[in-house]
């Protein structure tokens, strides 16, 4: 089983690398966000709470994320590994994974990325309400004012905790949680460093180059 990590900040392009990697490798794309999105958008006591937490940049409680990782990862579909994105996002995680995929490969692929350089980023992120193709006003706008790219259609959204507030608050949890990540991994001789700011197709070829 070969696990790849990838860890950065949010805006850090990570979710699109991790996507265009797993395209590429042909291994599955596996985001703790999105899962926890879409847990939040139903209608029970756990969503009011994962509502709130997310909505306040905070991390989700580890028991919950480690329990969901756990039981995709034994799907048939991941037995060849998998690409993680958002995953893990502190020490509990990391050792989690460890302690349950002992034999997994497991690389690491990390961000760095200063965090005036995400200001930009983020609070720019908006996508199609339709068929959720993303874009940034500042660094990725649609080609036409108002027109999604690749469906037409004209609504759009922006997600709750990319605004400018609860970036912060993200990137405060992001530095005192997902950090000692790098140096957990880098022991182990894990690390991939990523020049976040280089264009996504550099990106890509460098990362696909140290992967296969
Ligand atoms: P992301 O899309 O990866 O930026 O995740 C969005 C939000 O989901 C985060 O701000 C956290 O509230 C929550 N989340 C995602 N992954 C994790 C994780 N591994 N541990 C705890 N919370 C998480």
């Not at 969901?68 to 590994?81: K, M, P, R, W, Y």
């Not at 998998?82 to 002992?102: M, S, T």
Request: charged share 30%.
């Amino acid at each position: 089983m070969f696990i790849v990590v990838f860890l950065g900040p949010p805006g850090s392009g990570k979710g699109t690398q991790a996507t265009m990697i797993s395209e590429a490798l042909k291994l599955p794309y596996l985001s703790t966000g999105d899962i926890l999105r879409e847990a939040a958008k139903k209608d029970n006591d756990n969503s009011v709470a994962l509502r709130e937490c997310m909505a306040n940049g905070k991390l989700v409680s580890s028991d919950l994320v480690n329990a969901i990782v756990d039981d995709t990862l034994h799907q048939a579909e991941f037995s060849a590994g998998c690409i993680l994105d958002g995953y893990p996002r502190n020490l509990n995680q990391a050792e989690f994974l460890d302690k349950n995929f002992p034999d997994a490969k497991v690389k690491v692929v990390y961000f760095d990325i200063a965090y005036d350089t995400l200001v930009e980023r983020v609070t720019g992120r908006f996508s199609c309400a339709k068929c959720g193709a993303i874009y940034n006003k500042f660094l990725a706008p649609t080609k036409a004012l108002n027109k999604c790219d690749k469906c037409d259609s004209r609504e759009f959204k922006v997600r709750e905790d990319d605004k400018v507030e609860v970036l912060r608050k993200r990137w405060n949890e992001y530095s005192k949680e997902t950090t000692p990540l790098v140096d957990y991994y880098t022991k182990k001789s894990a690390i991939i460093g990523v020049d976040a700011t280089l264009k996504k197709e550099a990106i890509a070829d460098k990362l696909l180059e140290q992967l296969r």
